[in-house]
């Protein structure tokens, strides 16, 4: 069912307009306001309204908004928010909003920011929540769904409870929410919990890793340990989708040649646009330089030859797609470990053999269009127009093989020296293989054509 278009100036009013409208659709409808409009919106709602819309990922005005607001105000609604989005939009504050932000917040809550700070951008540790349920292990099922009710309220989420040991505080196992909900009452927690060690995920850990585990496990939640095995918060399902789709947001603008973009497209300043691209376009337009020199090597042939320069447009494109095909999918690949550093050569000896049917297709496609062009009257390509047809066709197997291989083995040099392999983007594969392709296409041609057209 479709719901009615949502009026801003309506929901700032009536409380029962805004709780006919998911909060998500709210942040949708905001994304796309000024940013005054925004502040002055959040300025009219109830306290708890405002915490809510503000603890959403989506809403991409967040830390203009907490920038804007008097520190006072922007204070006590991160005091009601989640520790994670709150140390999210502290990490982009710029000071010193920043610093007088912190200093209004509670010891308790800037302890846990403080912390939540300390880890890498792309770790677990950034994006954990410390608002979790534990209790010792040896309480009961009516002991903990007391201390559930009395603590719900101050929890971000409630997946499961987290069972500690009751001296050394350590993690022991994790019982879910539904289990604990049909228990006996007077069952200890222990016997709910299941026989095997509970999952977890280091701090330190990539986010793409906890990513993974969530998947493989089927998990709402993946408790974050120390190295001790303090349970110290834990990484929700939610969290992850919006960490993954940011991880492929960059993985695809770099693939496209350009560095990554926090900010939505339509925020982005100008300069800020011209900085990102023009860094990755100045290299490859100085590698397609290569290119040039490749083909001045070959100028004479050209000059004996023009029908040639004809076919180097559609010889090189196929190389270049060829090779970004295969760059896509290894990049894939190793992102989803479904290869590792170590298969190299298994992916090696599966794209020789790929790159050489794929070459051999658009051979034939070649040699076809050829041979009808030249019988139909449409283009007359000379007396030896079928040496010709067998020279593209084999350079294109050649040159389709090149750029299977090179796409395929560049993310695992990248990677094997330390840098992310998506950025090994199409446009620089393609430069590699237009400047290789080169040297290939004319010794095929050489090699067919010498005597005749050369």
């Known amino acids: 069912m479709k719901q009615d278009p949502i009026d801003t100036a309506a929901i700032a009013t009536s409380p029962k307009t805004l709780a006919s409208h998911h909060v998500a659709d709210i942040v949708e409808l905001l994304n796309g306001k000024s940013l005054e409009e925004t502040v002055q919106f959040i300025g009219t709602l109830p306290g708890d309204w405002a915490v809510e819309l503000m603890d959403q990922p989506d809403f991409e005005w967040a830390c203009e908004v907490m920038e804007e607001l008097s520190t006072e105000k922007a204070a006590d609604m991160m005091e009601l928010m989640s520790s994670d989005r709150v140390a999210d939009i502290l990490r982009w504050l710029p000071e010193p909003k920043r610093s007088e932000l912190k200093d209004r917040l509670t010891p308790e809550t800037r ?26 292990s040896d309480w009961t099922v009516e002991q903990t769904l007391t201390h559930l009710r009395e603590v719900e309220s101050s929890r971000e989420t409630i997946y499961a409870i987290y069972l500690l040991d009751p001296v050394t505080r350590k993690l022991v196992n ?14 200890a927690m222990l016997s709910l919990a299941p026989s095997y060690a509970p999952i977890t995920a280091n701090a330190l850990a990539d986010r793409s890793e906890v990513a993974r585990q969530i998947a493989k496990y089927d998990m709402l939640a993946v408790p974050v340990v120390d190295t001790t095995g303090h349970i110290i918060g834990i990484c929700t399902f939610d969290d992850m989708i919006d960490a993954m789709i940011d991880v492929q947001t960059e993985d695809v603008q770099r693939m496209g040649g350009m560095e990554h973009i926090h900010e939505p497209y339509l925020q982005i300043s100008f300069g800020e646009m011209i900085h990102k691209r023009a860094g990755w376009l100045c290299v490859l337009f ?3 330089m290569l290119t040039t020199s490749a083909m001045q090597v070959f100028s004479d042939e050209l000059e004996k030859a023009i029908v040639l320069a004809l076919f180097i447009p559609l010889v090189m494109s196929s190389g270049g797609n060829s090779g970004s095909q295969a760059t896509s999918l290894i990049i894939r690949a190793l992102a989803l470990q479904q290869v590792r550093l170590r298969d190299w050569y298994k992916v090696a000896f599966r794209e020789l053999p790929t790159g050489i049917v794929l070459g051999s297709i658009l051979g034939v496609i070649g040699v076809v269009r050829i041979a009808l062009w030249q019988e139909l009257g449409i283009f007359d390509y000379g007396e030896h127009w079928v040496l010709l047809s067998v020279t593209i066709g084999v350079a294109l197997v050649g040159i389709v093989t090149f750029g299977s291989l090179s796409g395929s083995m560049l993310p695992f040099i990248l990677k094997r020296i330390g840098f992310d392999p998506a950025t090994a983007s199409a446009p620089f594969v393609a430069t590699l293989v237009d400047v290789t392709g080169i040297v290939i296409y004319f010794s095929v041609a050489w090699l067919f054509l010498h005597g005749t057209i050369l």
């Open 111 to 136: 302890a846990s920011i403080d912390r939540l700070l300390t880890y890498p951008h792309n770790s677990a540790g950034s994006i954990m929540t410390t608002e979790f349920v534990s209790v010792p």
């Open 174 to 187: 994790v019982v879910k929410l539904r289990a604990l909900l049909t228990a006996d009452p007077a069952a």
């Open 286 to 288: 100085l590698s397609e």
